[in-house]
Every structure is written in structure tokens, then in C-alpha cells.
């Protein structure tokens, strides 16, 4: 069967841009990627990302197995359980994820990566295809069989379709669904890291052995926290950021009012999160006075709000562009990755002469708004079940986490 050339505009070369990026390009379609940032060095965020069976899929499916053998040989120790605990250390509950005597299935696994680590594979080979410097500004359509993209510098490139992956702020979405809103939650986020070692060790609660914790405090605030432990083999130790090490990451979640961290640098962050961990475990207020200030960093946590269907035309949007979320159950950026599997499937029957573009974009939004707006529901529920903490309502939660945690077949069933 002959292919029919297809020319496919990429606006941001994120974790879903550039898998999708290697999809397409594996499939043999032409594949450009325009990234704001002015160099590949500008990606330097170290920290851990919870990688779901689901994202291992769709990266296996995408990338060429040379560079999934990159992500398996670079990934931390898998998790093995995940635990809801007190602010006194006192367990709620916790969930098996993956049995100690059996090996995760290399193709579907949870992982924990680095962020840096990630981005450096997946550009891997793209120095033809990704081109840095880029700020997508919007674009123009030429009715359903080309597009020209506009960038701040002026300039422009033409394609068949454009696919908005530039994260919370797409410029794509703004254009082609402006009555799309992404509001904010009334909740902050502050994050920190510092190395896992024999000192820090001794700090972390026994639980977060076997994989992450979150801790469900007072007030409305919780405290995640995980570890990233990889043994990287020679071959791959140029992929691991400068400052890599193995590392423990916390994240202290709040309402705004209780915790508004404008303009402050992190030694302040770090004040602010210490004010509010009084009367926690000590351990708790150790692990954040052992963090390097200048890795804490405070985020404003906004949400996405579901859309209804709209008409498929050559422009569409993926990952975070159009379904961003709450990090409080991480996985943002699988769904992003799981966007660039259906969007490479998509694509490549049309490539093949199999599918009709305008229809193959329709069927790949229809699935994304599913799955996609669902984990932006879950996800708000998750960030508003932890606001409760403190009240009558939390009370009720604590009581039916520890009654869950009680009864194993329960606890089995509510974490599948
Ligand atoms: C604290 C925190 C922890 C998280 N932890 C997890 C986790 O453990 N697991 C998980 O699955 N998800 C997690 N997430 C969510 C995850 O980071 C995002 O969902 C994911 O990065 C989205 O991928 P993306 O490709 O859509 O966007 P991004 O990865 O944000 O990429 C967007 C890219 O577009 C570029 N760009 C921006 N504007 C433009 C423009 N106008 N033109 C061109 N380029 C542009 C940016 O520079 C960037 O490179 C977390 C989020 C936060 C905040």
C-alpha cells in the first residue's frame, strides 16, 4: 500500500511532544518539533517522576528499543507499596503495588525516573527534527490540509497538522478552544528535595522503604514524599543529571490562605512549610530543614475543566495543553505520554492511507477527553479530599482508610 507524506507540526518538545516526536519518526512520518526553551541544556529539573504501567506502555510503544532500554536501565527501584500515614507517623493505610518476590514486567511497570534523565533520552537522535527557540504564538489554517505556525521571533513553518503540546499555558488551546478554562484551585504546592543518604536515611519513615507515603495532616495540609534510587551502569551515567545521587523529593500541599508563597525564595518556603509541620513527627520537620533552599520551589495549583466534544479539524492539542491537572496523584504526565501512543497509532494509519487525517484526529480526541478529563476529575478529587484534613470529614476518611487498611481483599479491590 503507498503512504501518503504527512507533515506533522509539534508546538513544545515536553515529555508528550517529544515521545509522540519518536513515535511518529519510528512510524516514518515527517515530524517537526518547536520547543520555547533557547537550548536542550535549559531542562534541568532533577526531580522524580512516578512513571504508571500505563506510561511504560506508551513509551515502549513510541520510543525505538534502544532508548527504552535507556528508561528500564536508568529507572529507580520500583515501588512496591503505597502508604497514607499521620502526621504522628501512625499508619492509615497501606497498599501493596507490586509483591517483593516478583519482578515487575519490564514493558508495564511503575517506575521512578528523573525528569532530566527522561528528557535526555527522549531527544535522543531528534537534533534533526527538534528546534530549540521556538515560542509557538498561534496559527493559521488553510482549510483541513495545511497550517502555517506562527513563533514570537517572527517566523513561521507550514504542515499538514499542528498539535498543541506546550504544556499549561498552549497558545494552540487558547486559539482553537478559547472557552477552554484552567482555573486555579485555591491550593499551593511546595516542593523540595535533598540526598538520600545514611544520615537522611534515618529520617525517613519506615514505610517509604517500599515505596511513596503521603501524610495527611491538620488544617487542610499533607506532605508527600518518595525516594529515587537507581543504580545506573556506566553505559548510561551520561544520561543522569550533574547533581545526581540517589534523593528523597516531598511535596507539602495547603490551601493558599493558610500558606501564600508569592515572591519568596526558598529559604522562605522553607520557614513557611517548617511554621506549619508543628506538632508533626520530628522526623517530618528533619527531612524538610536537611533541604538544599535552593531546590524548594512553590507552585500554584491549577486544574483544567473538562470540555465538551468539539469538531476535529488538523489542529489539536495533547498532554497538559489541554488536560492538566492536580499532581496529587501523579499522573499528568502519563496521560500525556498515553496521548502521544494513540495520537503515533492515529497518525500512522494515516501515513498508511489506512485513515482519513480530519477523522484520525476525531477518534484520538474522543478517546483523550475520556481518559483525560477522567484523571482530571480523579485528580481534583484526590487535592480536595486532602483540603478536608482537620475537619468532621477527614475524620470519616482516617476512620474508612484504617477500616480498608483492616481488610486486605477490600484494600486490594479499592486499589485496582
Ligand atoms: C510537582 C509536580 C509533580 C509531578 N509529578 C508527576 C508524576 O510523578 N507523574 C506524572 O505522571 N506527572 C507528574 N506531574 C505532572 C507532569 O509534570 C505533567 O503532566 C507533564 O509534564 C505534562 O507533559 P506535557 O508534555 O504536556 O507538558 P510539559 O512537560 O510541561 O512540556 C511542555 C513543553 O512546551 C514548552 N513550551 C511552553 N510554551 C511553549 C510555546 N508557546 N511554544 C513552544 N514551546 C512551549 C515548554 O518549555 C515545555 O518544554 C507533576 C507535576 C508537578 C507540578
Redesign the pocket.
Known amino acids: 500500500m503507498s503512504t501518503i507524506p504527512l507533515r506533522v507540526l509539534i508546538?513544545?518538545?515536553?515529555?508528550?511532544?517529544l515521545c509522540l516526536a519518536q513515535g511518529l519518526r519510528r512510524a516514518g512520518v515527517d515530524v517537526a518539533v518547536?520547543?520555547?526553551?533557547p537550548t536542550a541544556a535549559g531542562?534541568r529539573e532533577g526531580?522524580?517522576?512516578?512513571?504508571?504501567p500505563e506510561?511504560s506502555r506508551a513509551l515502549h510503544t513510541c520510543l525505538p528499543e534502544k532508548l527504552f532500554t535507556a528508561v528500564e536501565a536508568t529507572s529507580g527501584r520500583p515501588p512496591r507499596a503505597m502508604s497514607f500515614l499521620t502526621e504522628r507517623l501512625g499508619e492509615l493505610l497501606s497498599v501493596e503495588v507490586l509483591p517483593e518476590d516478583v519482578e515487575p514486567d519490564p514493558v508495564a511497570a511503575h517506575r521512578s525516573v528523573n525528569?532530566y534523565t527522561l528528557r535526555r533520552i527522549l531527544l535522543d537522535g531528534l537534533d534533526d527534527i527538534v528546534h530549540f527557540g521556538?515560542?509557538?504564538?498561534g496559527y493559521r489554517q488553510h482549510g483541513d490540509a495545511a497550517v502555517t505556525v506562527h513563533f514570537a521571533d517572527g517566523s513561521t513553518a507550514e504542515g499538514d497538522m499542528l498539535i498543541g503540546?506546550?504544556?499549561?499555558?498552549?497558545?494552540v488551546r487558547v486559539q482553537l478552544l478559547p472557552h477552554a478554562e484552567r482555573i486555579e484551585t485555591g491550593m499551593v504546592?511546595v516542593?523540595g528535595r535533598l540526598p538520600l543518604n545514611a544520615e537522611t536515611r534515618r529520617l525517613l519513615p519506615r514505610h517509604l522503604n517500599r515505596g511513596p507515603a503521603s501524610v495527611l495532616g491538620p488544617r487542610g495540609f499533607s506532605l508527600f514524599i518518595a525516594t529515587h534510587q537507581a543504580v545506573i551502569a556506566d553505559a548510561y551515567r551520561h544520561l543522569a543529571p550533574p547533581d545526581a545521587g540517589d534523593s528523597v523529593v516531598w511535596?507539602f500541599t495547603g490551601p493558599r490562605g493558610g500558606m501564600p508563597p508569592a515572591g519568596r525564595s526558598g529559604e522562605e518556603l522553607r520557614h513557611l512549610v517548617l511554621e506549619r509541620l508543628q506538632g508533626w513527627d520530628p522526623r517530618l520537620r528533619s527531612l524538610v530543614e536537611h533541604s538544599d533552599p535552593e531546590a524548594i520551589d512553590a507552585?500554584n495549583i491549577r486544574t483544567a475543566v473538562p470540555v465538551e466534544a468539539w469538531s476535529p479539524s488538523n489542529v489539536t492539542v495533547?498532554?497538559?495543553?489541554i488536560h492538566?491537572?492536580p499532581?496529587s496523584l501523579?499522573?499528568?504526565?502519563?496521560?500525556?505520554l498515553r496521548d502521544a501512543e494513540v495520537l503515533t497509532q492515529k497518525l500512522s494509519a494515516v501515513h498508511r492511507g489506512d485513515l482519513r487525517l480530519v477523522h484520525a484526529i476525531g477518534e484520538y480526541e474522543a478517546q483523550m477527553r475520556q481518559y483525560g478529563f477522567d484523571a482530571v476529575r480523579a485528580s481534583n478529587r484526590a487535592l480536595k479530599q486532602s483540603a478536608t484534613t482537620g475537619t468532621l470529614a477527614f475524620a470519616a476518611t482516617k476512620a474508612a482508610l484504617r477500616i480498608m487498611n483492616a481488610l486486605p481483599p477490600v484494600k486490594k479491590l479499592v486499589f485496582q
Open positions: 508546538a513544545g518538545g515536553g515529555i508528550g511532544g518547536f520547543e520555547r526553551a531542562f526531580y522524580r517522576l512516578h512513571i504508571s506510561g525528569r521556538k515560542e509557538c504564538v503540546a506546550e504544556g499549561g499555558h498552549s497558545a504546592s516542593g511535596g507552585i495533547m498532554g497538559d495543553a492538566s491537572m499532581p501523579g499522573v499528568g504526565a502519563n496521560i500525556a
